[in-house]
DNA sequence: GCAATAATCGAACGACCGTTTAATTTCCCG
DNA sequence: CGGGAAATTAAACGGTCGTTCGATTATTGC
């Protein structure tokens, strides 16, 4: 049931389809979700809380993985934040839904509570130790860093199955590591011509 | 009476919004609505259509100002893309907003076609020449440097107003000068700290 | 095996939506 | 001024939505 409105959510948002089609998938009828959850704000709160937790168990998993520390850290944060994204590409929509969503739900404020002051405000954290440790330019506020890093593996997957077509941009499986490459490259180094090579 | 539906759009979004809503902020009866646009899409294609013109409009106005080909390329093409969202603070919730959507209504097609055939072409080509004489890198492809950079410029409107506040970002007036100042470092050195200055 | 309880369903309810219709007002021109 | 066209409206229609209700079926504990 959760499943079956996790697929239609990511096929077209949760906010436009409606719970007889979700029951339908799910092979139940309607008032089967009324019964379990309540009313359709609560059904949705159940669809993002397993959501979130499956992001945050996935990125532990990646985080936890042998080797991690050792490698590049930016490099890494970008692999990351892809990954995620990448594992459930109904999360980029989630989340961008729910920011053109008005009026303030519980739903709706807890998750982007949950997105700023969890992974957002670690990524904050890390950059600015790494701004201490010297490996990173001092002279642009860690936050906007965030914000820069975020919306360069974002925004990719929300205009590339629109654009990627009439671009010759396929959004296939080998996107996520070209997105990935063009981060870190964009990131080192920036975009224009130079003489000298970084680090 | 557009006017009213602009308003109402830019704050909650197209979709979302009933037709008796606008017509009661426009103070009329919903069936003008009806009789001046037929149905709910013709009315939405009018309201996109004006959209979509007043920003060109503007685009003109700042590409033909004087001084503007002496400026540097990559600098101006920020500022513009900056200047335009600033203008009309709806335009990135609109786009987005059909980004979600679904379903391929013609209006839908018609908006994303202009977009990614118009301002991004241009972008692209314009990327492409300044790559053949050596003021960008020429080992990244044009159009991802297009997609980064509108990367840049637009996900930052969509997410700021949320984590804004809890970042301690103000999203008041002087947000689009400090998001031009940080893109265009950004653009220009990348993130890592370096010895060596670029250029 | 049999109550008691949980699970499930079809049908109906009320609210809202976009649209239509029929009637009324406003406007303009001969 | 008057009559026909355009503009505007209130009310109603059909449809969909989320939700509720009464009844029916499955499950469970003893």
């Given at each position: 049931m959760l499943q079956a409105a996790t697929e239609l959510a990511a096929a077209q948002g949760f906010e436009t389809c409606g719970l007889r089609e979700i029951a339908a998938r799910a092979r139940v009828s309607p008032a089967m979700i009324s019964y379990y959850f309540g009313d359709r704000e609560g059904f949705g709160e159940a669809l993002y809380k397993r959501a979130f937790e499956r992001v945050s168990a996935r990125v532990k998993l990646l985080v936890d993985a042998p080797g991690f520390a050792e490698r590049d850290g930016l490099d890494e944060l970008v692999s990351l934040h892809v990954a995620a994204l990448t594992a459930d590409p109904w999360l980029p929509k989630l989340i961008a839904s729910e920011l053109l969503e008005?009026?303030?739900?519980p739903l709706r404020s807890r998750l982007f509570r949950d997105l700023t002051r969890g992974p957002l405000m670690a990524m904050i954290g890390w950059l600015e130790d790494e701004q201490g440790a010297g490996r990173?330019?001092?002279?642009?506020d860690a936050r906007w860093m965030a914000i820069s890093i975020a919306s360069l593996c974002t925004f990719p997957f929300l205009i590339l199955p629109i654009v990627g077509e009439e671009l010759g941009l396929a959004s296939g499986p080998g996107f996520a590591e070209k997105l990935v490459a063009q981060t870190r490259h964009f990131l080192a180094d920036g975009l224009r011509a130079r003489t000298e090579v970084s680090r």
């Amino acid at each position: 049931m959760l499943q079956a409105a996790t697929e239609l959510a990511a096929a077209q948002g949760f906010e436009t389809c409606g719970l007889r089609e979700i029951a339908a998938r799910a092979r139940v009828s309607p008032a089967m979700i009324s019964y379990y959850f309540g009313d359709r704000e609560g059904f949705g709160e159940a669809l993002y809380k397993r959501a979130f937790e499956r992001v945050s168990a996935r990125v532990k998993l990646l985080v936890d993985a042998p080797g991690f520390a050792e490698r590049d850290g930016l490099d890494e944060l970008v692999s990351l934040h892809v990954a995620a994204l990448t594992a459930d590409p109904w999360l980029p929509k989630l989340i961008a839904s729910e920011l053109l969503e008005h009026g303030a739900s519980p739903l709706r404020s807890r998750l982007f509570r949950d997105l700023t002051r969890g992974p957002l405000m670690a990524m904050i954290g890390w950059l600015e130790d790494e701004q201490g440790a010297g490996r990173l330019r001092q002279d642009v506020d860690a936050r906007w860093m965030a914000i820069s890093i975020a919306s360069l593996c974002t925004f990719p997957f929300l205009i590339l199955p629109i654009v990627g077509e009439e671009l010759g941009l396929a959004s296939g499986p080998g996107f996520a590591e070209k997105l990935v490459a063009q981060t870190r490259h964009f990131l080192a180094d920036g975009l224009r011509a130079r003489t000298e090579v970084s680090r």
